[in-house]
């Protein structure tokens, strides 16, 4: 059974840092991509960045490109979301999600394993 289990989330203030990590179990992680979403209270479940099965590739939305960064470490089996310069506006849940080797999968539907999620607060 796949299980995705995110931490790192909390509150801040605008300008900060915070270090997402996703630990996956319970499947080959080497050939699966790994993404990160975020949905805010009224709002749809958007994407923020991808990284490729082998951490060659990587792909963001473009509100959170040039201050997040999606890594991966398949000897640990887990997937981290570097994020800088927080804005009140990336205040959300923050979800790993992971599709075995999907290169372009941006969309939720294209995301069949997903974890419960960690919030992340920003303050103006």
């Known amino acids: 059974q796949v299980r995705l289990v995110e931490s790192g989330g909390g509150l801040v203030q605008a300008g900060a840092s915070l270090r997402l990590s996703c630990a996956a179990s319970g499947l080959t992680f080497s050939i699966y991509t790994m993404a990160w979403f975020r949905q805010a209270p009224g709002k749809e479940r958007e994407f923020v960045a991808a990284?490729?099965?082998?951490?060659?590739?990587?792909s963001y939305a473009d509100s959170v490109k040039g201050r997040f960064t999606i890594s991966r470490d398949n000897a640990k089996n887990t997937v981290y979301l570097q994020m800088n310069s927080l804005k009140p506006d990336d205040t959300a849940a923050y979800y790993c999600?992971?599709?075995?080797?999907?290169?372009?999968?941006?969309?939720?539907?294209?995301?069949?394993?997903w974890g419960q999620g960690t919030q992340v607060t920003v303050s103006s």
């Open positions: 999600a992971a599709v075995i080797k999907s290169p372009t999968a941006r969309a939720p539907n294209d995301y069949p394993h």
């Open positions: 990284v490729s099965w082998t951490g060659s590739t990587t």
